[in-house]
């Protein structure tokens, strides 16, 4: 079953009744409606007047659901995740800790060649410009240190939208591409926990300020899904200069996006966690290869 991607935006009261998440109004506790707990995998709090009980957040950090709240622009700022979310933890973390540079470089390779391949896949599609990046896919050497990546993303912005910088403070659709990332990671880093590694030990990132690092390595091939469904929307509706919940709504279905891995269609969530049970089977020493989604 796919979990639930549930959004709040309203003032609320959210407490824990019969394993569910029961949503009430603030003041007059009418009943708005109610989830199971065990349906769920991300919670997003998206206004300053909800009020959420410590035991409902406890439940719901038992069964590894990611709480996302957001700042005053309405933009995630944090995230809750469980401690662990596997039986064998430290077992797993051990193996992570351990893992050799060579092999993260490797792995840090196949990442960087996945994501230039799905970018130019996404080019195609849009009958973009696409020819050059099969040079900078052959181009990618372990640890990518010739910076494939960054002159493979050069070509891809410039040719994906019309007129368009990416940065992560510029001008629209940047604000579309930085809520669906901000939702992807969040997924990612759900998954990591759930097959018992830790987020912040990343392969390539290794930020000390960013507790999401290996989160934000593992995201890279799944970003051009986000590009796709940004590109998809503004092709059909003015480009919103604010987020409304309708593209906040839109932007949410990420986590059901149809991609191919391993030969197989299967929801963006439900691939999320292939790619990172094959993240720490390269750990563990039983493969080489990290599962990553392909454009279907």
């Not at 403070?169 to 990612?188: K, T």
């Not at 960013?210 to 593992?218: E, S």
């Not at 995201?219 to 480009?239: A, L």
């Not at 993240?279 to 990553?292: D, E, H, Q």
Request: proline residues 5%; contains cysteine.
């Amino acid at each position: 079953m796919i979990k639930r991607t549930i959004y709040i935006g309203n003032p609320a009261y959210l407490k824990l009744f019969q394993n569910q998440m029961l949503v009430q109004e603030p003041k007059t506790k009418e009943k708005l409606g109610s989830i199971p707990i065990e349906d769920m995998a991300l919670l997003m709090l998206d206004h300053h007047q909800i009020t959420i009980t410590t035991q409902l957040i406890s439940r719901l950090q038992g069964n590894n659901v990611a709480v996302i709240t957001n700042d005053a622009h309405h933009l995630p700022l944090g995230m809750m995740l469980p401690i662990y979310g596997h039986s064998e933890y430290s077992e797993r973390i051990k193996h992570q800790l351990q893992a050799s540079e060579p092999l993260k470089k490797q792995l840090w390779k196949q990442t960087v060649e996945q994501k230039i391949k799905n970018q130019q896949k996404l080019l195609q599609l849009f009958d973009k410009s696409y020819e050059n990046m099969d040079l900078y896919y052959q181009n990618v050497k372990s640890g990518d240190t010739s910076n494939m990546e960054g002159i493979a993303a050069q070509h891809y912005w410039k040719y994906l939208f019309d007129d368009f910088t990416r940065a992560r403070f510029g001008g629209e659709p940047n604000n579309m591409l930085n809520f669906g990332y901000a939702i992807l990671r969040s997924i990612v880093a759900r998954a990591l926990v759930s097959s018992g590694l830790l987020p912040v030990l990343g392969i390539f990132h290794k930020n000390k300020y960013n507790p999401y690092c290996l989160a934000d390595d593992i995201m890279e091939p799944y970003r051009p899904f986000v590009d796709k469904m940004v590109y998809n929307y503004i092709s059909q509706n003015t480009i919103p200069t604010e987020l409304n919940r309708e593209v906040k709504a839109y932007l949410l279905q990420i986590a059901t996006q149809d991609v191919v891995i391993d030969a197989n269609v299967r929801p963006l969530m439900v691939a999320v966690t292939t790619t990172t049970a094959s993240l720490y089977k390269c750990f563990l020493g039983k493969s080489r290869l990290i599962a990553y989604p392909e454009f279907d």
